[in-house]
């Protein structure tokens, strides 16, 4: 499509670079010489830089496909992962609601077991207190028993000799 364009102003080039050639022949005198050669090359350096540019965009065009697809899949796996969010944020709510709720249980029964902590602190305390004064009269029952036995152990020997007698 750009092709008669192009030629057309190649040729208008080459025509310019020639009357130039002429201007500064009567200015200068000095001879610059334009040949049909001189075109082919301006036309085939034109090609090889068109060729060139052509790769280099078919590359950048390459990127940027490659980097709107990677755009896209980025975009696709967002969505998916704000819906698996979204699943994960409801069941987190949810066992923070029961965390909250088994905290309360277990700071009712906490208090519950200090409560019977210190009942049984205090019943320890007590059944210490009547262990001793248990052990206390124990003792002192002892001391009258060993008192008692001499006299018991004497009675005894009384008696026998009562019942041999008779």
């Known amino acids: 499509q750009f092709r008669a364009s192009v030629a057309e102003i190649f040729g208008k080039s080459h025509v310019a ?3 130039t050639s002429t201007e500064m022949f009567e200015k200068e005198r000095r001879m610059n010489y334009v040949t049909p050669t001189n075109y082919l090359e301006l036309v085939q350096g034109y090609m090889t830089m068109l060729t060139s540019k052509r790769k280099e965009l078919g590359a950048s065009a390459d990127k940027l496909r490659n980097g709107l697809s990677k755009l896209d899949d980025a975009r696709t796996q967002v969505s998916e992962m704000s819906v698996d969010l979204e699943e994960k944020q409801e ?4 066992k923070s609601k029961e965390c909250e709720e088994l905290l309360h249980v277990i700071v009712a029964e906490r208090s519950k077991a200090d409560a ?3 009942q049984v602190e205090a019943d320890t305390a007590r ?7 248990t052990q206390g009269i124990a003792d002192d029952a002892s001391r009258d028993l060993e008192k008692a036995m001499p006299a018991l152990d004497a009675a005894m020997e009384a008696l026998e000799k ?3 007698k008779s």
């Open 116 to 118: 019977q902590k210190a």
């Open 17 to 19: 670079v020639a009357n």
């Open 91 to 94: 069941i987190c709510a949810k």
């Open 162 to 164: 009562l019942e041999k």
């Open 127 to 133: 059944i210490k207190k009547e262990e001793i004064e």
